[in-house]
């Protein structure tokens, strides 16, 4: 005899994150109320939509209310629960606004997640969220692999690391923007290897463009990004990524804020990243997100 929970109809929303023109950034679909859902519901959904990550809203835990927390987010990738995730904080944030979220702070929403409280603000790029602290790992043994699997050797690469800021990235930064877009990459060995590899170059110029008024032109990119992941396929734009490369580069100084960076060109997509670095020395990841989908789903 079936025990099935009955399902009930759920606001949802999938939002396109990192552009101004729907259908060019990268999905995610965010369930505005995940009340009632257990761990196995939300993955299996997650795995249904079949997008890089599928998000559920939450009232804050008892600790995140009393620290400030506007909302909750759980993130699934098809695979597994991730403890944070860059364009899935701001599509998020995007739907908790859309659908009439008032946050309990004057010019920024706090977005409680796993890896902890995230501080998202409005921006002139749209929603931008503070960089969380990252740890830098050591690089794997076998690198010599990956750069096979890129097509790559190593006198394109310039420098490396392995960074975890809730994501875990191989972050390289190759010789120009030329060697990146070209890269036919075999994503079946890095999906094997288990590594999400991201990958960066710089325009010419990029260190020395002139930034009038602390800011950057975005139609202009500084620096050109892909991301490939361990599910076998190339990531449109990466939000996380994206902030382990600006906290990385800058520290390096191979990069300075603020900056935009291109993503999604060789599948199909223009994502476009605004790195805005604050008073208090705080990066912020941002971008334009648009609603391309509304309605309810039934969970």
């Given at each position: 005899?079936?025990?099935?929970?009955?399902?009930?109809?759920?606001?949802?929303?999938?939002?396109?994150?990192?552009?101004?023109?729907?259908?060019?950034?990268?999905?995610?679909?965010?369930?505005?109320?995940?009340?009632?859902?257990?761990?196995?519901?939300?993955?299996?959904?997650?795995?249904?939509?079949?997008?890089?990550?599928?998000?559920?809203?939450?009232?804050?835990?008892?600790?995140?209310?009393?620290?400030?927390?506007?909302?909750?987010?759980?993130?699934?990738?098809?695979?597994?629960?991730?403890?944070?995730?860059?364009?899935?904080?701001?599509?998020?944030?995007?739907?908790?606004?859309?659908?009439?979220?008032?946050?309990?702070?004057?010019?920024?929403?706090?977005?409680?997640?796993?890896?902890?409280?995230?501080?998202?603000?409005?921006?002139?790029?749209?929603?931008?969220?503070?960089?969380?602290?990252?740890?830098?790992?050591?690089?794997?043994?076998?690198?010599?692999?990956?750069?096979?699997?890129?097509?790559?050797?190593?006198?394109?690469v310039q420098d490396a690391a392995?960074?975890?800021?809730?994501?875990?990235?191989?972050?390289?930064?190759?010789?120009?923007?030329?060697?990146?877009?070209?890269?036919?990459?075999?994503?079946?060995?890095?999906?094997?290897?288990?590594?999400?590899?991201?990958?960066?170059?710089?325009?010419?110029?990029?260190?020395?463009?002139?930034?009038i008024g602390g800011a950057c032109?975005?139609?202009?990119?500084?620096?050109?990004?892909?991301?490939?992941?361990?599910?076998?396929?190339?990531?449109?734009?990466?939000?996380?990524?994206?902030?382990?490369?600006?906290?990385?580069?800058?520290?390096?100084?191979?990069?300075?804020?603020?900056?935009?960076?291109?993503?999604?060109?060789?599948?199909?997509?223009?994502?476009?990243?605004?790195?805005?670095?604050?008073?208090?020395?705080?990066?912020?990841?941002?971008?334009?997100?648009?609603?391309?989908?509304?309605?309810?789903?039934?969970?």
């Open positions: 005899m079936s025990t099935a929970i009955p399902l009930q109809p759920r606001p949802f929303m999938t939002v396109d994150v990192f552009t101004a023109v729907p259908y060019r950034g990268n999905p995610v679909t965010v369930v505005l109320d995940g009340r009632g859902l257990d761990d196995a519901q939300m993955q299996n959904f997650a795995r249904w939509t079949d997008l890089s990550e599928t998000t559920f809203v939450l009232p804050p835990t008892d600790t995140g209310r009393a620290q400030g927390a506007d909302y909750r987010v759980r993130i699934f990738t098809p695979a597994a629960e991730m403890p944070f995730a860059g364009y899935p904080t701001l599509g998020t944030c995007h739907a908790w606004l859309a659908q009439g979220g008032v946050s309990n702070h004057p010019e920024r929403i706090v977005q409680e997640c796993a890896k902890g409280l995230i501080s998202i603000q409005r921006s002139i790029h749209g929603l931008a969220f503070a960089t969380p602290p990252h740890q830098a790992l050591p690089l794997p043994d076998h690198l010599h692999l990956i750069y096979e699997a890129l097509g790559i050797d190593a006198a394109q392995y960074l975890d800021n809730g994501a875990r990235w191989l972050c390289l930064l190759l010789d120009n923007t030329d060697s990146v877009l070209g890269l036919e990459p075999d994503l079946a060995r890095i999906k094997a290897m288990g590594h999400k590899v991201g990958v960066a170059a710089l325009y010419p110029a990029a260190n020395a463009m002139p930034l032109q975005e139609t202009q990119a500084q620096l050109e990004v892909r991301a490939f992941s361990t599910t076998g396929v190339e990531d449109p734009v990466t939000g996380s990524l994206n902030g382990s490369l600006a906290q990385w580069l800058i520290a390096q100084k191979h990069m300075q804020a603020p900056y935009v960076a291109s993503q999604g060109i060789r599948v199909g997509r223009n994502g476009r990243v605004s790195v805005q670095k604050d008073a208090q020395q705080q990066l912020w990841i941002g971008g334009h997100t648009v609603t391309c989908m509304q309605g309810t789903v039934q969970l």
